[in-house]
């Protein structure tokens, strides 16, 4: 008897389909154990492990708001940590002359978008390269007037003494305390770049990205989205230095110099342009140093030799997005519906609105 090759196709699709099934129920469970894990760190690990997993709640901030502008945008940014320095010396200095902890974050939100809109006005007519001067000059800027204005930032001596955090009459004293208010931004970051890079702006950012003069030859401003994504990352940024200053009560120049920018890039490289891989590159690149601080002075080396295999072996990230077709993008802009079966237009999901005539 011949063999029925229909039915043979019929297993084969099913065993294909039953695959794909535990795929995306192996990624919708990853989430809830990931977010139990985190809830309940402070109860399985020592203080010490809890003082790590606020510095990652921080850097992860730090490497979302990077990523709108270098993973979305497609902008060079080489001087980040002056937004950080902006947002930790503007909580600092107004919770040490006796405001509430909740003015100074949001000052310190506010301060560093002032930043990121200084920085992003170049972006209207530099790119690549020239831009990334650009960033890195303004950081050293920044870094500069912290370390010469005494009167104001007490120079290299730094600020001391800061006051703990302190919300709704409860103080964010202990580590572990203070671990779940950096989450809890770290949460709240996570859901604002979600919508956002999710919206008409992500997608138009993308846009960007990929071909600033198509995009522009679409209708998209070029010119907004590249400030808007500069502004909105200097403000996350802010909100993170604002952390950084109250988690460990001392902040100076020396701390957000060119290294802590060219360490939030490099931790943006090594994760990738999502949320899974901002956390994946801040806690590989704050645990590894830990695991070899024997090695500690080839620190530097290792972030060079990171950086090369990562361009050579995963250009993308290790969790990189997930890609949209540009094509499909820029017809979603301009007016496609959306359809639920597949198509042969530009993009997975969408249909060109038909011509009249």
């Known amino acids: 008897m011949r063999a029925n090759p229909t039915g043979l196709r019929r297993r084969t699709r099913a065993g294909k389909v039953s695959a794909a099934g535990y795929l995306t129920a192996l990624r919708k469970g990853v989430g809830p154990l990931a977010v139990l894990l985190a809830l309940t760190f ?8 809890v003082h790590l997993g606020v510095l990652i709640s921080i850097y992860t901030i730090l490497t979302l708001s990077l990523n709108l502008v270098s993973g979305y945008a497609g902008q060079l940014a080489l001087g980040h940590a002056a937004f950080y320095a902006l947002g930790a010396y503007a909580s600092a200095l107004l919770t040490l002359s006796g405001h509430p902890f909740w003015l100074g974050l949001l000052a310190a939100g506010v301060v560093a978008a002032l930043g990121g809109l200084v920085v992003g ?20 800027i920044v870094k500069l007037v912290l370390l010469n204005w005494d009167s104001l930032t007490r120079g290299p001596m730094g600020l001391t003494n800061i006051p703990p955090a302190k919300l709704w009459g409860y103080t964010f004293g202990s580590v572990a305390s203070f671990y779940y208010l950096a989450l809890l ?7 604002a770049v979600h919508r ?11 846009a960007i990205r990929e071909d600033e003069v198509a995009a522009k030859a679409m209708g998209i401003d070029t010119g907004y989205h590249k400030v808007l994504a500069f502004t ?27 290294g802590e920018s060219f360490l939030i890039v490099s931790m943006t ?39 090369i295999l990562l361009m050579v072996f995963r250009p993308n990230g290790l969790i990189p997005e997930r890609r949209l077709r540009y094509r499909g993008i820029l017809e979603r802009l301009r007016g496609a519906e959306p359809v ?18």
């Open 340 to 357: 639920s079966g597949r198509d042969s237009g530009a993009g997975p999901g969408y249909r060109a609105p038909a011509e009249e005539g």
């Open 232 to 258: 909105v990352s200097g403000f996350l940024a802010g909100l993170a230095g604002s952390l950084y200053a109250h988690y460990i009560s001392f902040i100076n120049p020396a701390s957000f110099g060119s």
């Open 121 to 140: 006005l170049p972006s209207l007519k530099s790119s690549g390269f020239y831009l990334g001067m650009i960033t890195l000059g303004f950081g050293e």
């Open 185 to 191: 931004i770290l949460a709240l970051t996570a859901g």
């Open 42 to 49: 402070p109860f399985l690990v020592s203080q010490y492990l």
């Open 269 to 307: 490289l090594l994760g990738g342009a999502s949320l899974g891989g901002s956390a994946l590159g801040a806690a590989t690149l704050l645990l590894v140093p830990e695991v070899f601080r024997a090695l500690a002075d080839y620190r530097l080396l290792f972030y060079g030799a990171v950086l």
């Open 196 to 206: 956002l890079v999710n919206s008409r702006v992500g997608e138009a950012l993308v």
